[in-house]
């Protein structure tokens, strides 16, 4: 049974550049959510989407957006990157209604 | 609002050593309390959870966590420390409500002198 599934692992984009990232959830979880963690730090909540919606979110600025597919998986969307988005960005599946969360293994994303 | 505590970033223990690490929580609401463990370049692997039921949790690998509501506090122990512990360790608490966010702790690393 696969895991959470993210690509791509590395990538590296230049200032003012767009980017998007991929998930693909744990077989059976409907609920994606995505992180952002900058180096030394915790992983901060940026939003999470169930039924194709955004169903809650951090406080992230609007440059950071997302998208639910009809199989489960998700995008997520950063546009004008600037340097200090770099970082690694985690993905967690789960099913609506239990409490546990299955994290990916991250996309590391690297802003020059 | 929610929010962890992990005082102090770094932790060294000699092999076979007791392993303390610390969290502090403050939620408004009665929480759900978890450990992550994160080896260099992967994702966070869930050590244990706290949701309610026994107040003493074991999880994987022989660490286990205490939640003791007076302290608001979920410290994570093993035994007897192992090279292979060595790792970056993450507290993080959550609501009940269904699905609500993670909110994380900055982490502490955890070193293990042969």
């Known amino acids: 049974d696969a895991g959470v599934t993210q690509s791509p692992t590395h990538l590296i984009k230049t200032r003012g550049q767009q980017v998007t990232l991929r998930c693909s959830p744990k077989?059976?979880?409907?609920?994606v959510s995505w992180y952002q963690q900058a180096l030394g730090q915790g992983p901060q909540f940026i939003f999470q989407?169930?039924?194709?919606?955004?169903?809650q979110r951090g406080n992230f600025p609007d440059r950071f957006s997302g998208h639910q597919f009809p199989n489960y998986s998700s995008e997520l969307n950063v546009n004008a990157l600037l340097l200090g988005d770099s970082a690694l960005y985690l993905c967690?599946?789960?099913?609506?209604?239990?409490?546990?969360?299955?994290f990916g293994s991250g996309t590391r994303l690297t802003v020059v | 609002a929610q929010s962890v505590t992990q005082l102090g970033s770094h932790v060294s223990v000699s092999e076979g050593a007791l392993v303390l690490l610390r969290c502090n929580y403050s939620s408004s609401v009665p929480p759900y309390l978890f450990w992550y463990v994160q080896y260099p370049n992967q994702g966070l692997q869930l050590l244990l959870k706290?949701?309610?039921?026994?107040?003493l949790v074991k999880g994987i690998n022989g660490f286990e966590a205490e939640f003791k509501k007076s302290e608001t506090s979920f410290h994570l122990t093993k035994p007897s420390a192992h090279m292979s512990d060595a790792a970056e360790y993450f507290c993080a608490v959550r609501n009940t409500g269904a699905n609500s966010k993670l909110t994380f702790g900055k982490g502490i690393t955890l070193s293990v002198r042969p």
């Open positions: 706290y949701t309610s039921a026994a107040t």
């Open positions: 989407y169930y039924e194709e919606e955004e169903r």
């Open positions: 967690a599946s789960s099913l609506e209604g239990f409490y546990g969360y299955t």
């Open positions: 077989s059976g979880h409907d609920t």
